[in-house]
């Protein structure tokens, strides 16, 4: 009596069906790691997901929390960002650190469309209210100061 596996390795033919599916594998991987190179190079900080990371980003673009797990390891201490207080909103109002550390982002930041482009607007928002942030702050301490 014939082990199955002996019996199922040796049926004729199987070899090269093993080899024409394992070169299709190797094809889509190919095309995967293009499509994912092109999401990294539209927004370089996706450099610091893995392809797995990133993978799950993008296959739940529909929604804008996905990304929250991911945010340190895109953004520097950033932990959360507040979305508005509707199911399933799409505004993001804040930036928050790990410090407890909260920044507003101004007004109409939306978190729609492909998430590279959202992520991108983002992180220039970030730049500009960090930016009003320290001016602030400067000018409130030459107050104190003079």
Known sequence: DEPNALKACTVQGRKMMFTTH???LDKIQKSLEEYLETKR???PRFYFLSDDE???ILAQAKDPQAVQPHLRKCFDNLVRLDFG???GSIDILAMNSSEGEKVGLGKNLKARGNVEDWMTLLEGR???ELTNCLREGLLDYDGRVS
Do not use: D, H, R, Y
Request: charge should be negative; avoid cysteine; glycine fraction near 0%.
């Open 54 to 56: 990133l993978l799950q």
């Open 126 to 128: 970030m730049k500009v």
């Open 22 to 24: 394992n070169n299709a």
């Open 85 to 87: 207080a509707e199911e």
């Open 41 to 43: 190079a539209s927004f």
